[in-house]
């Protein structure tokens, strides 16, 4: 099982990440679990700076932007 996690307060662009991250996994048929991560002390000890963040298993794969969905399944496979 993958864990995703979105890194961001809570804001339309993290909750769009959230979508895209969300319809990846589906599309790839894998298990996982969303965690959002909404504490900015949180956010900032895993070295973001810039949110919309997305990190798969505590690995962050990208920051300031909403990746597309290939993308996305790329960092999930």
Do not use: S
Not at 5 to 16: A, F, M, R, S, Y
């Amino acid at each position: 099982m993958r864990k995703i996690q979105i890194l961001g307060t809570g804001c339309p662009k993290c909750e769009k990440l959230a979508e895209v991250a969300i319809q990846g996994a589906n599309e790839l048929g894998i298990e996982y679990e969303i965690i959002k991560v909404k504490d900015i002390n949180d956010i900032i000890n895993m070295g973001v700076m810039v949110t919309p963040a997305l990190a798969v298993n505590d690995v962050v794969k990208v920051a300031g932007k909403i990746p597309t969905i290939d993308e996305i399944k790329e960092y999930l496979k």
